[in-house]
């Protein structure tokens, strides 16, 4: 049975991407791993872990292009658009704003005159990148473009039809616990909430285990920088919501020093997670 | 009145920090607003020591669809599949019907143009905006988004309206907006009509990647910027690369500040470390002076 694992954790540079690469880095001793970067708005796995990565195909959006020979400027392809992405002035052609555009096709849909074709506007790459057993299969937006989500959705897609090939998927998600989040985390059957022992780790980490929560996924709390304050706070949080705190690691310079340095850890809590998600 | 946006790309690497802080030091001599604009993790008000807000209000930014009863009437029923964008509409082969991942719907409306009578677009109140005075004199303006719900931009524009208006209540000089991580919708919304941006890098590989992705977003707007390194004395190479990436791309390094365990402490004593170590006062009232307005 192959195992989904998402890392996630709300609050930004709790160490998401220091946990994901190390736990693909240990297990990929052993088994063959798929690893996902799924935050595209800034990708950073393969800096970690020393991985040159390829392009293998841009992601693309649809995007309406009118027929002006057809148009009669009747304005319902700006009024269905909710995005407000079409500009439309009473007696002129409408027009697109390109940035604005998340590829609904709602315009085309309701164009009476069937004046609205589909062109296609890149909106980010999927990138692949290998090292031994290890294979990481990554998004980048473009800089500029809003739905991340869209991106998000796209690798996930691409990757689907390695997956059967690994052992263990393991899936780095963005911070926070909006849209790009929330794509990242559905099919994933663990999620490790990565948080550290500080008021802003904890009113975070307490979003994301609402919404790991909704999404019926189960969650371990992978205490980071265990030491650096009472870590009560994220120990009291743990047991109402009835959920175990599975790792902690300990503020080291060393692991500092790795990461900023670009090199993945190598420490015990990692094993403790290994044995608690088998 | 003038907004200053503070964002980084990268998580964790000291945005709000760095923002309560600027808050602080600008409010000995100006009037200000604050505005939490990292909607779906806001962590600004805690720093100043607010877990409550007033005033809060829920609001409606976006929409769902949801599946009516006459769905069944619709002939363009397996047709919603392959529309939706989002891949928010699966089949389900026992009712014979499709249903919506709600999750997944961005509520565009795609569907409903397909099936009008089948499909209802119903608003989702998908976040709350409170407000709290700090004890430090001036407005925290905060919002949440709920939990699973989407539309984090649009709750952004909402945040800053609304400290906006107290900003124009009061006269304020300046609005100072603590953007999310990324360089996705909610960062966007945030940038949009910052008249500065600072960008906050931290001497990691990632830090830098991260900073040159979002400060290519800024560029688009042609919004003046300027960057802090954070922790430089963590990596000193990566501190030296990021000064020259400023220097050929001439963009101003506003200030340094260092790696020191009392950020952490102020942290967990839910204070600006510009009031839990006053010695950091001098360092960031220098930063405010290099802001060019």
């Known amino acids: 049975m192959k195992i989904k694992i998402a890392i996630t954790g709300g609050k930004g540079g709790t160490g998401k991407s220091t946990i994901a690469t190390a736990l693909a880095y240990k297990l990929a001793k052993k088994y063959k791993i798929l690893l996902l970067d799924l935050d595209v708005d800034c990708p950073n796995d393969n800096l970690i872990l020393g991985i040159k990565m390829k392009k293998v195909k841009d992601v693309e959006t649809t995007i309406p292009k009118f027929d002006y020979r057809k148009c009669i400027k009747c304005g319902l392809c700006s009024k269905v658009c909710r995005e407000h992405a079409i500009v439309f002035v009473k007696g002129r052609y409408p027009f697109v704003i390109p940035e604005q555009c998340i590829g609904c096709k709602a315009c085309k849909i309701a164009c009476p005159r069937n004046a609205i074709a589909e062109a296609k506007q890149k909106i980010g790459e999927i990138l692949i990148g290998k090292k031994g057993n290890l294979t990481l299969i990554g998004g980048k937006m473009k800089p500029g473009i809003e739905e991340s989500s869209l991106v998000v959705n796209a690798v996930k897609k691409y990757a689907k039809a390695y997956e059967k090939n690994y052992d263990y998927v393991i899936i780095d998600t963005a911070a926070g616990t909006h849209c790009p989040v929330i794509s990242a985390l559905i099919g994933c059957d663990i999620a490790l909430a990565v948080t550290e022992p500080t008021p802003l780790g904890r009113h975070d980490l307490e979003l994301i285990l609402k919404l790991t929560k909704k999404l019926k996924i189960k969650s371990h709390i992978i205490l980071n920088r265990s030491d650096i304050a009472n870590k009560k706070i994220i120990e009291n949080l743990a047991r109402k919501y009835e959920i175990k705190i599975t790792a902690e690691i300990p503020y080291s310079k060393d692991i500092e020093k790795n990461y900023s340095e670009g090199r993945p850890i190598e420490h015990r809590a990692i094993d403790q997670i290994i044995k608690e998600v088998k | ?293």
């Open chain 2, 1 to 293: 009145m003038k907004t200053i946006t503070i964002l980084s790309g990268k998580g964790g690497v000291g945005k709000s920090s760095f923002a309560a802080s600027l808050s602080i030091v600008l409010a000995e001599k100006y009037r200000i607003v604050a505005a939490d604009c990292d909607v779906d993790a806001p962590n600004l008000a805690l720093l100043f020591g607010i877990r409550k807000l007033k005033k809060k209000e829920k609001i409606s930014t976006n929409y769902k669809a949801f599946i009516t009863k006459d769905i069944k009437k619709c002939p363009n029923a397996k047709k919603l599949l392959d529309v939706c964008t989002f891949s928010a509409i699966s089949w389900d082969e026992r009712r014979e019907m499709p249903v919506i991942n709600k999750f997944l719907c961005e509520g565009c409306g795609a569907c409903k143009l397909l099936c009008p009578e089948g499909i209802e677009l119903r608003k989702v109140k998908n976040a709350v905006v409170g407000r709290a005075k700090t004890k430090y004199g001036f407005h925290i303006v905060s919002g949440q988004l709920k939990v699973g719900e989407s539309g984090s931009g649009n709750v952004v524009e909402v945040v800053k309206e609304n400290a906006r208006k107290i900003a124009q209540e009061i006269k304020a000089d300046f609005i100072v907006v603590d953007s999310a991580a990324g360089i996705g919708c909610p960062v966007i919304a945030s940038i949009k009509g910052s008249d500065f941006v600072v960008g906050i890098a931290e001497p990691t590989p990632s830090g830098l990647s991260d900073l040159k992705r979002v400060l290519e977003v800024v560029n688009h707007f042609g919004i003046n910027y300027g960057i802090v390194i954070n922790k430089y004395d963590l990596n000193r190479k990566v501190t030296k690369e990021i000064e020259k990436f400023a220097k050929v791309n001439r963009i101003p390094i506003l200030g340094k500040l260092p790696y020191d365990k009392k950020f952490v402490k102020a942290i967990v004593n839910m204070m600006p470390i510009v009031v839990y170590e006053k010695k950091y006062e001098k360092i960031f009232k220098e930063i405010v002076n290099k802001v060019k307005l």
